[in-house]
């Protein structure tokens, strides 16, 4: 099989999945009011392999490995951070196990990091040393897990963000950076995802100032993430002015409610697919895929939007 580098210097489309999370929890798998869908590899394994397995059915040609809320210091607030190793190794090997099962051409595993926080915690910026060996131990069972590439989600603040990235390029491996943006008040800048600091204030970003700071980190790829659809291309307008690499872009649909997601006003498939035209077009996006609230059903859509468009 090529590497996913060779595919990306390729320049086609590569197809990524949708929401695992929110899939898992729409075919009733509940998630966890503090580690968000992190202990479902353990809870409902089955269920996690059947989601990967739909999504390489729909058209995905990376899935990405249910990891995204496992790092030790996440586990660790429900008493759980002794599981870290064991239940990243699992989720990569279910990963792996769908990719035999359904696969008929080339499927990429990716590794999830994020800067996912315990959710019911009193602040969302977990700064301290502890955190930066969760983080690194996390990247580098992923790596002995056999993914191939890893993508670091739901960045929005710089000082977790750093760790998570450092911690990722480290491996070696390819990665893709993914911004969490929203606009301001005035409807014209691009912030980043709010999240509370550690004084427990709403607090953001310029998304110049982070995508600026963070860049020089590396990575394989960037792009906007865990962002509203509507919001997706002044985010990569304003990332284009500071990467020239490849880009990525998958957006939330619904709406969040802790630990749940609400599936009202869920972009349609069709409209989705549309609206991915123009982040190909205007943007030179490479890697597509969907976010929260989006499913297989978002994929075959897009794939089948790509293939006649």
Known sequence: MASITDRLGTNEIILLDGGVSTELLKRGVPLDANVWSGLTTKSHPDQVLEVHEDYIRAGSEVITANTYSTARHVLE???????????????????????????????WI????????????????????????????????????????????????????????????????????????MMAEDGIDVKSLRWKDTNHADTTHDFSTLVKTLSPLGGAAAGIMHTRVGDIEPALAVLGKHWSGPKLAYAETGKSIPPEWSFEEICSPEDYAGEIDGWVKNHGVQIVGGCCGTGPEHIRAIKEHLLNG
């Open 77 to 107: 607030s429900i008493n759980l951070g002794h599981e870290a190793k064991a239940l990243n190794l699992r989720s990569v090997q279910i990963a792996k196990q769908a990719r035999d099962n359904a696969a008929d051409g080339e499927v």
């Open 110 to 181: 990716a590794g999830s990091m994020s800067s996912m926080p315990p959710l019911q915690g009193d602040h969302q910026a977990v700064l301290d040393e502890h955190a930066r060996a969760s983080y690194q131990e996390l990247a580098e069972v992923l790596a002995e897990a056999g993914v191939d590439l890893i993508i670091a989600e739901m960045m929005r603040d710089i000082e977790n963000a750093t760790m998570v990235i450092e911690a990722a390029v480290s491996t070696g491996l390819p990665v893709w950076i993914g911004y969490s943006t």
